[in-house]
């Protein structure tokens, strides 16, 4: 009986010629029958790919022989290429589109000059010793701010992003000035967009950025929510949300009647955008599953 996987990975290195990857990321999953989003920059790749376990191990076997990936740390995670609608795979200037590519820098190690990786343990023992020394650590949220409305680190600090491409100005802004000479730790889903978002913070006088290594996807492999995690991840494929065990807590809220929520939906306004969270009863009518306020777009 086949058992069905999604891996999550991404590797910073140089990659001289990003459409000749893209062409043979395609080929390789289009043999396996995997389906999936894959992107490619000259700056590396990242990928989130499901199907047949089988199908997925070989699937990275063959993505390791490219020896800028041969190192990619690979997270496992339950689901099925079905999760995916398509296999997508394309050739960007940034693997994650904060709108600099000409600003971050890497070579065959990574990200150069980047925040300091800490795996979930040292993440402890890192707030166990600020503290013990009347310092706070400052978590930093490097996601859209809609994803953090189900899950996040206690006491986070949230961006007011609704796109990654929103982050430059909001760092530009001033608001967070005053966390410049506080300790910082960065996290997002599976690393890659604290990757580039520590060496963003870095370049603007951040003088203390960590970054959790391999992100909320390894903290919650390690700690389940025993841990400083509390709620739901938003992960981007049919699943919407996944949980790290049957203890999460349910953080996020119904648009409409504030009930418990970790489900987001579509508006039934078909001419509307947005993602909201519903409880079951208001999502299982038309008339409620709608923005209470009026659609705006």
């Not at 609704?162 to 760092?171: P, Q, W, Y």
């Amino acid at each position: 009986m086949a058992l069905n996987k999604i891996v999550l990975f991404y590797g910073f290195t140089e990659v001289p010629d990003p459409e000749a990857v893209r062409l043979w990321q395609r080929a390789v999953c289009e043999k396996l029958g995997l389906k999936g989003r894959i992107l490619i920059s000259k700056d590396g790749i990242n990928a989130t790919v499901g199907g047949d376990i089988r199908d997925l191990k070989q699937y990275l076997k063959t993505t390791r022989e490219y020896a800028g990936f041969k190192n990619v740390d690979v997270k496992w995670s339950d689901g099925t290429g079905e999760d995916f609608p398509r296999l997508s795979v394309k050739a960007r200037e940034e693997i994650v589109s904060f709108g600099a590519p000409g600003e971050l820098k890497v070579d065959e190690n990574g990200v150069v000059g980047g925040g300091t990786h800490l795996k979930p343990e040292e993440l402890h023992e890192l707030v166990a010793a600020k503290e013990s020394s009347g310092e706070e650590v400052v978590f930093f949220d490097g996601r859209n701010a809609f994803e953090a409305q189900i899950g996040k680190f206690r006491n986070a600090v949230v961006p007011d992003v609704a796109t990654t491409h929103d982050f430059i100005a909001e760092l530009d802004s001033g608001k967070y000035d005053d966390l410049k000479d506080k300790p910082v730790v960065t996290y997002c889903t599976g690393g890659v967009r604290c990757e580039v978002l520590s060496s963003l913070m870095v370049n603007r006088g951040f003088k203390e950025v960590y970054q959790m290594d391999g992100g909320i996807v390894r903290y919650g492999e390690t700690f389940k929510d025993k841990g400083l995690w509390e709620g739901s991840l938003y992960v981007f494929d049919k699943r919407m949300h996944m949980e790290f065990s049957e203890e999460a807590k349910e953080i996020g809220h119904c648009i409409r009647c504030s009930s418990p929520s970790n489900k987001f939906e579509n508006c039934s306004n078909p001419s509307c955008r947005y993602l909201n969270l519903y409880c079951a009863d208001c999502a299982s009518e038309p008339a409620t599953l709608q923005c209470p306020q009026g659609c705006t777009a």
